[in-house]
């Protein structure tokens, strides 16, 4: 039976993976996708995949992209109206949310008012909108399938499982700075950020792992998609990535998702649950592997960790403000407007000015995180 997806970042890493998938099974139609800026990688995926609608946030873009699809049978949408749009297209019963920062909570909310399950690659939404989306998913009797590696294992773990969940072992590689001292860290440049030593990923996320502000983030997403407390959540630098995260249950024994480093096991998992599918690839060679290493993470060196774990335990706005500002910095350091280690120094300034509100809606989510980008701007402009 064919199943029908959209795809709400279709240019970026995860998008085009989920786009890999679909062409390499042959029964995955893809009726919608969105995109940032990148037309030409879009337009080559409509003429491919012939979606019924198309989405580019960029208006001007949109223009561009109508011109050069006129020949084909597609809409082009623009913005956020044009986002939900795509989240929203009537045949599509997935959507893979891989659009990349807080941009994706309303499209994730539309489409699980509209009943469709979700395949998430978008942590901010739950990150910041947690209690409003799983309270959603359970009204609306919609499914949350995790495309994050870490969470697809941990899902895949409590697969069949009825015992209570004792803790969550959430792993991470340590990123390409792992062992190093502050004092190291105050030389990084933006090029040695962007060498993530086992994961290709897109810019934003692969500093994110050097700083481990991304492992803070799946903390507080594996909290809400698991409903745990954080005492519950444990992370564990294994270098190797290959074990991608374990599950503790009440009577000790530990179960582990294991495989090589690659995203489209996790992205084909989801499409397909609770079937398994043929993927090619590589496969784990014990007898070359030998033996998988475990470190404690060094939270004093990584603050970054350490205040998402804050974050999460103070709730409200504070995982907004974290996560806004983490986004801000992150875009500075990309321009290099600022150091490594000020993405921290700032992420911990905001929160520590903003006032908190407890159980907040979409719209003071949306207003948290203003506030934390603005924050972040003009004290960043101080520090140069």
């Not at 941009?103 to 539309?110: D, L």
């Not at 699980?112 to 009204?139: C, F, Q, S, W, Y």
């Not at 990309?334 to 000015?353: D, F, G, N, P, T």
């Not at 407890?358 to 402009?381: C, G, H, K, M, T």
Request: include cysteine; hydrophobic fraction near 45%; charge should be negative.
């Amino acid at each position: 039976m064919e199943r029908k997806i959209a795809i709400l970042g279709s240019t970026g890493s995860i998008g085009t993976q989920t786009l890999e998938i679909v062409r390499r099974n042959g029964d995955i139609r893809v009726t919608a996708l969105a995109a940032g800026r990148n037309i030409k990688r879009l337009e080559e995926q409509i003429r491919e995949f012939l979606p019924e609608l198309a989405c580019v946030w960029d208006e001007e873009k949109a223009k561009e992209l109508r011109v050069k699809v006129r020949d084909l049978p597609v809409k082009i949408v623009s913005g956020m109206d044009g986002l939900i749009e795509a989240a929203l297209e009537p045949s599509a019963e997935i959507v893979v949310t891989a659009v990349v920062g807080m941009i994706g909570i309303r499209p994730t909310i539309a489409a699980m008012e509209a009943g469709k399950d979700i395949a998430l690659a978008n942590k901010e939404t739950l990150v910041t909108a947690g209690h409003l989306i799983m309270d959603l998913a359970k009204r609306k009797g919609v499914r949350i399938l995790p495309v994050d590696s870490e969470h697809s294992a941990i899902f895949q773990c409590l697969h069949g499982e009825r015992s209570e969940i004792a803790k969550i072992l959430l792993t991470a590689s340590g990123g390409p700075f792992r062992g190093w001292t502050k004092e190291q860290l105050k030389n990084v440049q933006l090029e040695d950020a962007l060498k993530h030593p086992n994961w290709a990923m897109g810019q934003k996320i692969t500093i994110d792992s050097s700083t481990m502000v991304n492992k803070g983030l799946e903390v507080m997403e594996a909290r809400w998609l698991f409903d745990v407390g954080f005492d519950q959540i444990q992370v564990v630098v294994q270098p190797q990535s290959i074990i991608h995260s374990m599950v503790e249950f009440e009577d000790g024994a530990v179960m582990a998702q294991l495989g090589t480093p690659d995203m489209k096991l996790p992205i084909q998992y989801a499409l397909y649950y609770p079937q398994r599918r043929f993927l090619a690839g590589d496969r784990l060679d014990f007898e070359k592997l030998q033996e998988i290493r475990f470190e404690k993470p060094d939270m004093e060196t990584f603050r970054g960790l350490a205040l998402a774990y804050q974050a999460g335990r103070e709730g409200g706005t504070v995982p907004t403000v974290f996560n806004a500002a983490n986004e801000a910095a992150v875009r500075l350091f990309l321009q290099r407007k600022i150091s490594y280690l000020q993405i921290v120094e700032l992420i911990e300034k905001a929160m520590e000015r903003h006032k908190k509100a407890e159980n907040p809606s979409v719209e003071q989510i949306l207003e948290a995180e203003a506030e934390a980008e603005e924050f972040v701007l003009q004290a960043a402009s101080g520090m140069r």
